[in-house]
């Protein structure tokens, strides 16, 4: 069974632009999950998408939007970038019976 | 709010020493989830094992074994024998849940303990 894919692998943008990153979660996992993983602070929750409804959403600014697809695949939008976004965004999923997550490889987003 | 503490920010040992990750957590709530994941250095976080507030039974799989006590509002986890492959960092979670045991999904880590074993 395929696990959770995430790509690109790594992004380089410059700071001011937008960044899209794209999640693929297990087949027949409905929850997708959103971290970010940033040197010294951790591993912050960002967005919870579960049947394509944003369900909760943790401390971070409205320039981080996203939004899952009817295929349960999802998208992580950071507009406006700045240098403090460079970290690990860590993609996870869940099935509809169980509460544990599984996450994906992450996509390495730098910010110059 | 809820919060994790991994008070172990480094941890170094030899090979086939037995090694304990401590982990403290809080929450206002009665029924909740705890975790624990593995992240080697290719990034990926790989799930342990997940644990109900409302089980306190350790549980032992190989050489990992984990001890929940709700009365310290501690999940610790022990590798026993421990290899090199087991260099990782470490991260324990919390999760919340409604009165039904509904997850509400989020997981707040705790910061992590790296853990090296030296041949």
């Known amino acids: 069974e395929a696990g959770v894919t995430q790509s690109p692998t790594h992004l380089i943008k410059t700071r001011g632009q937008q960044a899209t990153l794209r999640c693929s979660p297990i087949s027949g996992h409905t929850s997708v999950y959103w971290y970010q993983q940033a040197l010294g602070l951790g591993l912050q929750f960002l967005l919870w998408y579960d049947e394509g409804e944003e369900r909760n959403r943790g401390n971070f600014p409205p320039r981080f939007s996203g939004r899952q697809f009817p295929n349960y695949s999802s998208e992580l939008n950071v507009n406006a970038l700045e240098l403090e976004d460079s970290a690990l965004y860590l993609c996870?999923?869940?099935?509809?019976?169980?509460?544990?997550?599984?996450f994906g490889p992450g996509t390495r987003l730098t910010v110059t | 709010a809820q919060k994790v503490t991994q008070a172990q920010t480094e941890i170094s040992v030899v090979e086939k020493e037995d090694v304990t990750l401590d982990c403290v957590y809080e929450?206002?709530?009665?029924?909740?989830?705890l975790f624990w994941y593995k992240q080697p250095p290719s990034g990926e976080l790989v799930f342990l094992i997940r644990?109900?507030?409302?089980?306190?039974q350790n549980e032992i799989s190989g050489r990992y074994s984990w001890n929940f006590q709700k009365s310290t509002s501690s999940f610790n986890f022990t590798i026993t024998a421990s290899q090199v492959v087991d260099s990782a960092v470490y991260f324990c979670a919390l999760s919340e849940a409604d009165a039904g045991g509904t997850s509400y999904g989020k997981l707040t880590f705790g910061q992590g303990t790296i853990l090296t074993v030296h041949p």
């Open positions: 644990r109900n507030s409302f089980d306190e």
């Open positions: 996870a999923s869940r099935p509809r019976d169980s509460y544990e997550q599984y």
């Open positions: 929450t206002r709530d009665t029924t909740y989830y």
